[in-house]
């Protein structure tokens, strides 16, 4: 295909409620959102990169720079695009991978719509619905967790993720357990603890859970190794793990027995489901991780999380969970589960009313 032209788009989506994690505090979602124009269709994506490079170095205006002056002159100068190409031709520009994750979604949803070819069929999606968890945020208080969680497990979640930091560990995963029972619960610490914590980290053992989720700095395979060793509870990774490089190396050196895999993280869907195969050859579970997404990214998501090596619960929430009004229809969830959607690309499209009333700008960069 050729690329005619690429639209950026900033919006603003407030949450329904603050979210914190170990590295801050979300209250609006501020999105990237790409549009890939070709003669035959057109493409959207959602670019996962947060307002500020808390939760990894990438940040959205600095995504929306990188592509302007570097990708996407080098997508439109080409005569014939498709999304195994976006990669290669993108790779001499380091690192981005939020941004080429974008790009390259967008490449494959325009391909995809003009071949009447569904994400989940492309990807290789072995059911046509998915078991959903949900992320629950740093609280002020214990009754306030379990107020949350108790109306999370009402709407039908099948695995609660709790987010942990020093100070809010032990204590909100006792309460749960004591609340609800042995629900499927799990933590995430998104890398705020150290290796001399583990033997604090070793008392979360009691409690039964799937996994911990990045523990130690995103930089520190190594520790994770031995930190793994320490503990009984299965080390899950998430920012560690930016490539099927990366996941080669955590688990051959034992620093993890899951991953967390967000196609964001790892720059796009093609290396989401190498990711993907290279766990499942080697019988590690991958669950879908979520970056807030709205229907756009959550779309491609559900797609990816119904390839069979998705075998625990993700945050692919409801829409919902984060927001009053999606930019698409909303994904509803239904005895615990989301339809994979089954139409061609992502399936979805934005609402035209929604998204100009949050849009905050849109740059055309053509060919
Ligand atoms: O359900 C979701 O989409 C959010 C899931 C979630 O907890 N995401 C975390 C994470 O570290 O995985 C996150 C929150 C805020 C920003 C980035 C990431």
């Known amino acids: 295909m050729k690329i005619t032209g690429v639209e950026l788009r900033r919006i603003a989506m407030p949450l329904v409620a603050p979210f914190r994690t170990s590295f801050g505090t979300e209250h609006t979602r501020e999105v ?15 670019c996962v990169a947060m307002a500020e490079p808390l ?27 498709d ?29 995809l719509r003009a071949a009447g070819e569904s994400f989940g069929a492309f990807l290789g999606a072995a059911a046509d619905r998915v078991p959903c968890g949900v992320s629950v945020g740093i609280m002020d208080s214990i009754p306030e967790l379990l107020g949350a969680v108790d109306g999370y497990l009402a709407e039908g979640y099948r695995r609660i993720k709790l987010k942990i930091e020093p100070g809010w560990d032990l204590e909100p995963v006792r309460a749960v357990r004591e609340r609800f029972g042995d629900i499927p619960l799990q933590v995430d610490a998104n890398a705020a603890y150290s290796l001399l914590d583990a033997p ?23 520790q994770h190794a031995a930190l793994a060793g320490r503990l009984a509870t299965p ?22 027995s899951i991953v967390n895999i967000k196609p964001g993280r790892v720059g796009g869907y093609l290396e989401a489901r190498r990711i993907h195969d290279l766990c499942r050859a080697h019988g590690v579970a991958v669950w879908c991780g979520g970056m807030l997404e709205t ?43 989301l339809d994979v959607p089954a139409g061609p690309g992502i399936g979805v499209e934005p609402l035209g009313h929604v998204l100009d009333a949050i849009t905050t700008s849109v740059e055309w960069l053509p060919s």
């Open 295 to 337: 229907g756009i990214g959550r779309a491609a998501n559900v797609a990816l999380a119904a390839l069979p090596g998705f075998t625990l619960p993700g945050d692919t929430s409801a829409s919902r969970r984060y927001y009053a009004t999606d930019i698409t229809p909303p994904f509803e969830l239904r005895d615990g589960h």
């Open 235 to 256: 080390i899950c990774l998430d920012e560690s793990i930016e490539s099927a490089a990366d996941a080669a190396a955590a688990i051959s050196l034992g620093a993890c």
């Open 200 to 222: 604090h980290l070793a008392k979360l053992d009691a409690y039964g859970l799937l996994l911990i989720e990045q523990p130690l700095a995103e930089d520190d395979l190594v």
């Open 55 to 81: 939760y990894s170095s990438e940040y959205a205006d600095g995504a929306a720079d990188v592509m302007r002056r570097f990708m996407v002159p080098a997508l439109t100068a080409r005569p014939h695009v």
């Open 83 to 111: 999304a195994y190409a976006v990669g290669r031709i993108l790779e001499p520009f380091k690192g981005h991978r939020m941004a080429k994750a974008a790009l390259e979604t967008a490449v494959l949803d325009a391909q």
């Open 32 to 46: 990237l959102l790409v549009r890939v124009v070709t003669p035959e269709a057109e493409g959207w994506a959602e």
